[in-house]
């Protein structure tokens, strides 16, 4: 089981000092997929003039504009980092970087089109949004007594960037690792086997502490991201058993696999399904026809299995 992490302290528009050189302004957009709304965060010494970095502004949102200005204030902003471009992440960082005197907005290259338009999610992505440095992974971005470093995290969304905050051997994760849910894998951008490629990466990196976008910081962080893969496995042997069972299809399988979850994130579990079910297909475990999509007729390769 994933111990999720789901009670904070936490008042929409205030800014918390979370650590040493961590500050997080937390947006008023709840809802199913974003929880309590999107963390902002500020990163950087808590004095005037201090150089800060911006990781993921959040959405198109005046309060939190206003919000985020308060907290920065007496402050110089010298990188705004945006993890990927979905809605309730990318769209303030043209608003903030014009508020703030022209910081430039660093993130990976965006998807050529807009892939996440669906009713299923409420992550679309930010059509508009351009970046004005572009990230591979690897990337350092320094400030003053900061040093961040970009690490690619493909998998929620093919262009999903991480950073490591060296000072503090944290990570800001976006949505790649959540300590109140597991992460919505969507296709055609997201992609199982680049999330589950990414998860082991950042295992490996051995953080202290876990920094979402959304909800609370994660403190026991090789035991959870464990869980967190394991869980992965799990679903990924349970679709395979459904399949053994005779279902063919994703609809047949969601309301069995996920029936202790909200009907209403069924849809976006179906997604989840068929990226799993991608995956497996790669690595020629299972089969669809006439191809792999949601509406597709899927079997094992080996009904053995």
């Known amino acids: 089981m994933i111990p999720y992490l789901r009670q904070f302290d936490f008042a929409y528009g205030r800014r918390d000092q979370v650590s040493p050189l961590i500050q997080r302004v937390i947006a008023d957009n709840p809802g199913p997929f974003t929880f309590t709304g999107t963390g902002t965060y500020i990163v950087g010494r808590s004095l005037p003039g201090a150089e800060v970095a911006v990781i993921d502004p959040g959405p198109d949102d005046d309060a939190h504009l206003s919000a985020l200005l308060r907290a920065i204030e007496g402050r110089v ?4 980092l945006v993890t990927h471009t979905h809605r309730d992440h990318a769209p303030l960082a043209r608003s903030l970087a014009e508020a703030v005197g022209g ?18 999610l409420d992550e679309d992505d930010d059509a508009d949004f351009h970046p004005d440095v572009l990230l591979a992974g690897g990337e350092w971005i320094e400030g003053d007594g900061w040093t961040l470093e970009a690490m690619a995290t493909p998998g929620h969304a093919s262009n999903h960037m991480a950073f490591v905050l060296r000072q503090e051997n ?21 992609d199982m086997a680049d999330y589950m490629n990414s998860l082991d990466a950042v295992l490996a ?9 959304h909800g609370p910081a994660i403190t026991q962080v090789a035991p959870f991201l464990k869980a967190y893969r394991d869980h992965r496995l ?9 399949l053994a069972s005779g279902d063919q299809m ?7 696999l996920y029936a202790a979850v909200d009907p209403r994130l069924w849809p976006a579990a179906s997604l989840s399904a068929l990226a799993h079910l991608i995956k497996l297909a790669k690595e020629g475990r299972v089969q669809a026809s006439p191809q792999p999509e949601m509406a597709a007729n899927w079997r094992l390769t080996d009904p053995a299995l």
């Open 77 to 80: 902003v010298s990188h705004i």
């Open 250 to 256: 994703i609809a047949d399988m969601v309301p069995t």
């Open 103 to 120: 910081a430039p907005i660093l993130a990976a290259r965006p998807p050529e089109r807009p892939l996440h338009v669906s009713a299923a």
């Open 205 to 213: 990196r051995g953080f202290s502490t876990i920094w979402p976008t």
């Open 170 to 190: 944290a990570l800001f994760s976006g949505d790649h690792v959540m300590g109140w849910s597991t992460t919505v894998v969507a296709p055609p951008d997201g």
């Open 234 to 242: 799990e679903r990924e042997a349970q679709i395979m058993a459904r």
